[in-house]
């Protein structure tokens, strides 16, 4: 009698077959979303005012200042950073693992007072932040890193903040029986609890500074949490 093996939701994870995937999407807003290109404005609306509420919270004699640079991390083709990010930020740097939709953001003329930073073409768990940030970015791309890669992607990005910065993450979260991750195998990434992240965070040496739910997504999604992070010993 043979056993078989169960992998995890993490184990299943696959860099190749994320990136095919994604290779076979058109680089427009409803590629993007998945079908539901109706709710990017309540999206960047919601994003808007969580770093709004983050700011009033944490640094409440400063919050209409422009943030100096900020990085969209898995940025698509730059829906977050156009529509939100160069609104709150002078300049805004990109990661990017798909070289078409990187070809995108670089051809998309910035809104607001923003400029377009530097594009990193590499996944997330590759890239090595070179610059200070004010704000890094992460929405709807922490699923395609395993527990390991993320906690590794979140220890890089603690040192890479300036001593008032935030991480912040906006991903869907499992809703699965017994509180367990959930895997995708249409895109090969793993959608995980609110506790899952918990334990990561702590992990990675971060402090839960706020977190909320998105608003007004229809309710056949995934809920969508929030999370703004700072290192522990800042």
């Known amino acids: 009698m043979t056993s078989t093996t169960v992998l995890s939701p993490d184990d299943q994870i696959s860099r190749s077959d ?9 680089p427009t807003v409803n590629g993007m979303l998945g079908g539901y290109p109706q709710i990017s404005r309540v999206d960047l609306l919601g994003s808007a005012n969580f770093l709004a509420k983050l700011r009033r919270q944490c640094a409440p004699h400063n919050t209409h200042k422009t943030l100096e ?3 969209d991390c898995g940025a ?3 829906r977050v950073t156009v529509g939100f990010l160069s609104k709150v930020c002078e300049v805004v740097d990109v990661v990017e693992p798909v070289e078409k939709f990187a070809v995108e953001i670089k051809s998309s003329k910035m809104i607001g007072n923003g400029l377009l930073g530097e594009t990193f073409v590499t996944g997330l768990e590759d890239w090595k932040p070179q610059k200070q940030y004010d704000l890094i970015w992460s929405q709807w791309c922490l699923g395609h890193l395993t527990d390991k890669q993320l906690v590794a992607f979140f220890e890089r990005c603690s040192k890479s903040l300036t001593s008032e910065g935030w991480i912040v993450v906006k991903e869907n979260i499992s809703t699965g029986k017994d509180d367990t991750d959930a895997f995708d195998e249409v895109d ?3 959608t995980r609890t609110d506790k899952k ?3 990561i965070f702590e992990e990675a040496g971060l402090l839960l500074i706020k977190t909320e739910l998105q608003l007004g997504f229809p309710k056949e999604l995934y ?3 929030f999370y703004a992070l700072r290192p522990r010993n800042s």
Not at 18 to 26: D, E, F, G, R, V
């Open 18 to 26: 994320a990136l095919k995937y994604w290779n076979s999407i058109s």
């Open 197 to 199: 992240y918990g334990r």
């Open 76 to 78: 698509g083709i730059g």
């Open 223 to 225: 809920p969508v949490r």
């Open 69 to 71: 640079r900020g990085v």
């Open 188 to 190: 090969s990434s793993v």
